[in-house]
């Protein structure tokens, strides 16, 4: 599109929103931010929200796209692995990849989300506007009803094009799916876990309390805890746990005794550097862990879902964030194709970017079984083991599939998801008839031989589920 003089609504000023009006204002559009809540800014709206995000390549690609990495650096905490802390306290690192320039960054969503803003802003055409919640969208004629909160009135935004990013409850989502204007799908898919922030705060003097670069899990097969760290020497800590299965459940820890019992049995160590314990869980909400898939995103030439408004996914891959800063990125791609309606743009970014978010949202809830219990079993720590010394050894020749996902942005989640699943079976498979022993027995030349029968094992598994019509 080359007529850059349109309008431009977006619904929601969230980090894929707010990054969205950064780019498409760098690319001279007219843009209206739109945004439900008070500007996080001025006043502190994490209220139960996750307050640290894991920022990785493919975000880091949409940071560069707008030319702000070096702004956001100052921001991150790198994380090179996964501390596992079993129940009675040892630990053990286990490394996101044997390359070690490849790492994840602990990154506050608050002040990316505000750096974002401050950047969109800089721009004269870009106008940012809080506190007005959208109600619906007219998506035929292109129109958005908002309530302006301080005044309780309504008005009625227009704009040449509506593109909503304002998440998992996405308003303009809703009005596709009341509209019955055309065939809408729709699912919303909810674990039977749902998660609870808590926090371990700085030591003396901004000190961290415990090992500052990494991801810290306490993986308990039905429930698990992480940590991440912060600037401030805090870690935010989020229980995972089921809402009424099994003896300990959100739905009986109603007591303070209850919980210090629950934390006594199965995380001790973690529960030594948390005297603010029962303050957080009692004060802090327990929130539902969701998927939402849906299609089509956009109506004509009109109106586009895009973010977690299009796509939401549970956390256990740290891709949320990752995969709707790629999003940006993935539209931009196709506005640079030249194409001259809005229809044939919104028609082609779905078609290449849907297969994909559908990809990353089912390998966050293979990532929620794995980090709760699989890191624990023998056969899969091997695994790991094995994939880290292929990456450690023959850098080039091998990336797992978290590696495919995390750190090669340039491999659409589609075919992480192929290669990495595929990769999986047959190292598993191996491992448990023994045609591959364990990492620590192998010399450099065994282990290219067992690099070779893995990717000969692994194309056979790709082509056995090509044969299975699970992938074309």
């Given at each position: 599109m080359?007529?850059?003089?349109?309008?431009?609504?977006?619904?929601?000023?969230?980090?894929c929103?707010?990054l969205?009006?950064?780019?498409l204002?760098?690319?001279?559009?007219?843009?209206?931010?739109?945004?439900?809540?008070?500007?996080?800014?001025?006043t502190?709206?994490?209220?139960?929200?996750?307050?640290n995000?894991?920022?990785?390549?493919?975000g880091?690609?949409?940071?560069?796209?707008?030319?702000?990495?070096?702004?956001?650096?100052?921001?991150?905490?790198p994380?090179?692995?996964?501390?596992?802390?079993?129940?009675?306290?040892?630990?053990?690192l286990?490394?996101y990849s044997?390359?070690?320039h490849?790492?994840?960054?602990?990154?506050?969503?608050?002040?990316l989300?505000?750096?974002?803003?401050?950047?969109?802003?800089?721009?004269?055409?870009v106008?940012?506007?809080?506190n007005?919640?959208?109600?619906?969208v007219?998506?035929?004629?292109?129109?958005a009803r908002?309530?302006?909160?301080?005044?309780k009135?309504?008005?009625i935004?227009?704009?040449?094009?509506?593109?909503?990013?304002?998440?998992?409850g996405s308003?303009?989502r809703?009005?596709?799916?009341?509209?019955?204007?055309?065939l809408?799908?729709?699912?919303?898919?909810?674990?039977?876990?749902?998660?609870?922030?808590?926090?371990?705060l700085?030591?003396?003097?901004?000190?961290?309390k415990?090992?500052?670069?990494?991801?810290?899990?306490?993986?308990?097969?039905?429930?698990?805890?992480?940590?991440?760290?912060?600037?401030?020497g805090?870690f935010?800590?989020t229980?995972?746990?089921?809402?009424d299965?099994?003896?300990?459940?959100?739905?009986?820890?109603?007591?303070?005794?209850r919980?210090?019992?629950?934390?006594?049995?199965?995380?001790?160590?973690?529960?030594d550097?948390?005297?603010?314990?029962?303050?957080?869980?009692f004060?802090n909400?327990?929130?539902?862990l969701?998927?939402?898939?849906?299609?089509?995103?956009?109506y004509?030439?009109?109106?586009?879902?895009?973010?977690?408004?299009?796509?939401?996914?549970?956390?256990?891959?740290?891709?949320?964030m990752?995969?709707?800063?790629?999003?940006?990125?993935?539209?931009?791609?196709?506005l640079?194709?030249?194409?001259d309606?809005?229809?044939?743009i919104?028609?082609?970014?779905?078609?290449?970017?849907?297969?994909?978010?559908?990809?990353?949202?089912?390998?966050?809830?293979?990532?929620?079984?794995?980090?709760?219990g699989?890191?624990?079993h023998?056969?899969?720590r091997e695994?790991?083991?094995?994939?880290?010394?292929?990456?450690?050894?023959f850098?080039?020749?091998?990336?797992s599939?978290y590696?495919?996902?995390?750190?090669?942005?340039?491999?659409?989640?589609?075919?992480?998801m192929l290669?990495?699943r595929?990769?999986?079976?047959?190292?598993?498979?191996?491992?448990?008839?023994?045609?591959?022993?364990?990492t620590?027995?192998l010399?450099?030349?065994?282990?290219?031989?067992?690099?070779?029968?893995?990717?000969?094992?692994?194309?056979i598994?790709?082509?056995?589920d090509?044969?299975?019509g699970?992938?074309?």
């Open positions: 080359k007529n850059t003089q349109q309008n431009i609504l977006i619904i929601g000023a969230g980090l929103g707010s969205l009006a950064l780019r204002g760098q690319r001279g559009y007219k843009v209206n931010l739109i945004e439900m809540r008070p500007d996080l800014r001025k502190d709206i994490s209220a139960g929200r996750s307050i995000l894991a920022l990785s390549d493919r880091i690609k949409a940071m560069n796209l707008v030319g702000i990495q070096d702004k956001i650096e100052p921001l991150c905490i994380m090179n692995g996964r501390l596992l802390h079993d129940v009675e306290g040892n630990t053990t286990a490394p044997g390359r070690e490849e790492y994840i960054n602990s990154i506050s969503r608050g002040m989300n505000a750096l974002l803003l401050d950047e969109a802003e800089k721009h004269d055409n106008n940012i506007y809080f007005r919640k959208c109600e619906s007219d998506f035929e004629n292109t129109t908002f309530t302006e909160f301080d005044t009135k309504e008005f935004e227009d704009a040449d094009i509506i593109i909503a990013t304002d998440g998992a308003a303009m809703q009005s596709y799916y009341l509209g019955h204007k055309f809408f799908s729709f699912s919303q898919d909810y674990l039977s876990h749902g998660y609870k922030e808590l926090s371990i700085p030591g003396e003097n901004g000190s961290y415990t090992y500052k670069n990494a991801l810290h899990i306490w993986g308990r097969e039905a429930f698990m805890l992480i940590a991440l760290p912060n600037l401030d805090s935010t800590v229980l995972f746990l089921s809402y299965e099994g003896e300990y459940n959100f739905n009986n820890l109603t007591t303070e005794e919980v210090l019992e629950f934390f006594t049995k199965y995380f001790k160590d973690a529960l550097l948390m005297p603010n314990l029962i303050d957080d869980f004060t909400p327990t929130a539902p969701g998927t939402v898939k849906c299609s089509p995103w956009h004509k030439g009109n109106t586009l879902l895009m973010g977690d408004a299009a796509h939401a996914i549970v956390p256990f891959y740290g891709q949320g990752n995969a709707s800063f790629e999003d940006v990125v993935e539209f931009d791609k196709v640079d194709e030249g194409h309606n809005w229809e044939t919104f028609k082609v970014y779905e078609n290449s970017r849907k297969q994909d978010t559908d990809a990353i949202a089912d390998l966050a809830i293979d990532n929620f079984h794995e980090m709760k699989h890191v624990n023998p056969n899969f695994k790991r083991d094995l994939e880290m010394a292929f990456e450690k050894t850098p080039n020749d091998y990336s599939k590696s495919l996902v995390t750190f090669n942005e340039e491999v659409s989640y589609r075919d992480a290669r990495g595929a990769q999986d079976k047959a190292i598993l498979n191996m491992l448990a008839d023994g045609v591959i022993t364990k620590k027995d010399s450099t030349e065994e282990l290219l031989v067992t690099l070779e029968k893995v990717k000969v094992e692994t194309d598994v790709l082509e056995d090509k044969i299975a699970l992938h074309k």
